[in-house]
């Protein structure tokens, strides 16, 4: 019984030199370790490309209209009414589609004289009215004449002429394919500086700048005639694209 009691007491004083000797180890911390030994890191190349093409716009959009004045509001109004009318009507009889013609502005206000009996008031002396409306041309050579035809029919202001491209999708396709290829090229070539290759395709982001309406500046209606033949010149669209590919190779 004694020397059973020795026994159990020195085992147990090894259990406990064993425990005191062996690292103390937080679950956290061996967590961490094995993450860290089974890291691997990704290689990656992230690149951008430019890709730009120009166009030439098709449409020419003109904001014109008629201008009254009157002494009284109802009057201006009425008489500009008569003339938006017979010029609306004379676009379409020119061959304008009726959805090619947008009404931009209305406008009724009253106009004021510097008073003569000098106490600085001004009277009310009559009425403006005004009506725009916008006008998209699909036939750039027939501006010249279009324009002279709204004055002719009663048209008296025209406060710009712009020109758009009708159709800026394909124009974009290529300017995207454009930046692709250029993307590519920079990425090839930076994988094979750093003896490596490029493997898949990881992230793709895009920003795009389309045809912007170019405006020229207002022309007076009874220069219109002069004002043509017109020149739309070209529109640049750009297109820019981010890529990140991952890349295998050297260490």
Known sequence: ??????VGTVLLTLLLAVMLLAPVVSPGLALQEEKTDGDTYDRTINVSGTGQVSAQPDVAVVTLGVQTEAE??????????QQMQALVSAMEDAGIAT??????????????EQSQNGQGQSDLIGYTATNMVEVRLRDLESVGEI?????????NRIESIGFEVSDPAQYMD?????????????????ANLAGAELGIV?????????????????VMAAD?????????????????????WSIDGQE
Request: charged share 20%; aromatic share 4%.
């Open 147 to 155: 324009l002279d035809t709204a004055v002719q029919a009663g048209g």
């Open 224 to 244: 219109a005639a002069a004002a043509v033949p017109v020149q739309p010149g070209n529109q640049t669209i750009e297109v820019d694209l981010q890529v990140t």
């Open 72 to 81: 009284e509001a109802a009057a201006a109004l009425s008489q500009n009414s």
């Open 174 to 190: 290529q300017a995207r394919e454009a930046a692709w290829n250029d993307a590519l090229h920079k990425a090839e070539q930076l």
């Open 1 to 6: 019984m004694k020397k059973s009691i020795q």
């Open 202 to 218: 990881l992230t793709i982001s895009e920003s795009g700048r389309g045809p912007q309406p170019v405006v020229e500046q207002p």
């Open 99 to 112: 959805e090619d013609i947008k009404t931009q502005a209305i406008r009724l206000y009253p106009r004021y």
